[in-house]
């Protein structure tokens, strides 16, 4: 059912959305600053935004809006220009169709994603629909339902703060739409365009984008995974009250409310080393955490991809599975790769010695299915050194139930 998404919402969102967002999908950091301005003003002319379910969009056309880039760099972002200057041109080539837009859709679960898609909705009066192409963070577009569902990429905007817009037309080879396969190439043939146009200065390693326009028929084919907005709101409020106080309590929450069997696959340590290196739209890194004689380390590009226990001879978690951090202690609970490490490179403070736990989860149907998005992850995980197949997170653990002192 719709309902009415107020300012005071966006802070248990984003944290809701940020744990959902596996280490990725922008930072808190970020989303916080964005927020922070969300007041009707001058920008804004409404500070409310309508929230609707797939199978209540019927009433025009959606597109899926983000931005695209380097977690660190867009932290400096206070009105999500890029973005809604993108919806804009959307809107303008539709309306020269005849077509109107009235909804926006994030790309990911993620704090950045869904507070830009409210953000945008809010500043154009559009709507936000209530679902996302993956259920968590991914780094590329190849691994959103949209590309896998073979939805039309054109037209594709991508545009920096300053407004500088670039539109990638990338015309299928055949028909007007082109064939299936081909249409499954098209959404990587635009990422590997768009990366080094955010890498340009004037772009400042993030942008804007708009692409992907579904028409009422094409929503909820493109849209398996539903209802992810609503469920980061609920988080957010469950953690903000205080409901949701440990990491226990956090796995308790996952399966009776969301219906997620989650698990701990570490045991409660410190955080002990983040390196990061942004380039070419992406914050790519490792992060550590030690309990006791145990190394976890968590490889990530812009989300967590990779996890290993050093006491463990094969990973203990492989994307598209989830896993998120949960800060045990007095504070905030919920951090991103990017909330970890502060500008200087040093360790987020907020942190200190409390202790950290790895909180894991199955991907989404979708995502593990034989196809374009598993393919694309396993490209992913290649460039990060692991050269096996995707082996699923129940898999994983119960090869490693054997393992002495294994984490539960």
């Known amino acids: 059912?719709?309902?009415?998404?107020?300012?005071?919402?966006?802070?248990?969102?984003?944290?809701?959305?940020?744990?959902?967002?596996?280490?990725?999908?922008?930072?808190?950091e970020s989303a916080r600053h964005l927020a922070a301005h969300f007041v009707t003003g001058d920008y804004y002319p409404s500070d409310t935004v309508k929230v609707v379910t797939v199978e209540e969009a019927t009433e025009g056309a959606a597109v899926m809006v983000a931005y695209l880039g380097a977690p660190e760099a867009i932290n400096s972002a206070i009105y999500p220009l890029g973005p809604v200057t993108a919806v804009q041109n959307v809107q303008n080539r539709l309306a020269s169709q005849s077509t109107r837009l009235a909804y926006v859709m994030p790309p990911e679960s993620g704090a950045l994603g869904f507070t830009v898609a409210a953000l945008v909705a809010a500043k154009l009066g559009l709507a936000v629909i209530d679902a996302d192409g993956a259920g968590r963070a991914v780094p590329s577009l190849p691994m959103l339902t949209f590309a896998a569902a073979e939805i039309d990429p054109r037209p594709a905007f991508l545009v920096s703060q300053g407004g500088l817009c670039v539109e990638l037309d990338v015309t299928p080879r055949d028909t007007s739409r082109g064939a299936p396969t081909h249409q499954r190439d098209v959404s990587a043939i635009?990422?590997?365009?768009?990366?080094?146009?955010?890498?340009?200065?004037?772009?400042?390693?993030?942008?804007?984008?708009?692409?992907?326009?579904?028409?009422?028929?094409?929503?909820?084919?493109?849209?398996?995974?539903?209802?992810?907005?609503?469920?980061?709101?609920?988080?957010?409020?469950?953690?903000?009250?205080?409901?949701?106080?440990?990491?226990?309590?956090?796995?308790?929450?996952?399966?009776?409310?969301?219906?997620?069997?989650?698990?701990?696959?570490?045991?409660?340590?410190?955080?002990?080393?983040?390196?990061v290196d942004t380039s070419g739209g992406f914050d790519v890194g490792k992060v550590r955490i030690q309990a006791g004689q145990r190394t976890y380390t968590v490889l990530y590009e812009n989300e967590s991809l990779l996890a290993w226990?050093?006491?463990?001879?094969?990973p203990i978690l492989l994307a598209p599975d989830s896993v998120a951090y949960y800060v045990g202690g007095e504070g905030q609970s919920i951090f991103s790769n990017g909330d970890l490490v502060q500008a200087d490179g040093s360790l987020n403070p907020a942190i200190g010695k409390r202790p950290v736990t790895l909180i894991a989860w199955r991907a989404e149907a979708p995502l593990r299915q034989p196809g374009l998005i598993l393919d694309s992850f396993m490209q992913d995980l290649n460039t990060l050194g692991y050269l096996g197949p995707y082996v699923p997170l129940e898999t994983l653990r119960s090869s490693g139930s054997s393992d002495k002192g294994a984490a539960s």
């Open 309 to 314: 226990d050093s006491e463990r001879a094969q």
């Open 190 to 275: 635009v990422e590997q365009m768009m990366r080094p146009v955010v890498a340009d200065p004037e772009f400042g390693q993030f942008g804007g984008l708009a692409m992907w326009v579904m028409k009422p028929a094409d929503i909820g084919r493109a849209t398996p995974i539903r209802g992810t907005l609503t469920r980061a709101l609920e988080l957010g409020r469950a953690v903000q009250a205080g409901r949701i106080d440990s990491a226990a309590q956090m796995i308790q929450y996952l399966s009776e409310q969301c219906g997620l069997a989650a698990h701990a696959i570490s045991e409660p340590g410190e955080l002990v080393s983040a390196q």
């Open 1 to 28: 059912m719709a309902y009415e998404l107020r300012r005071e919402d966006l802070e248990p969102l984003l944290l809701g959305a940020a744990f959902f967002g596996s280490g990725g999908g922008g930072t808190i």
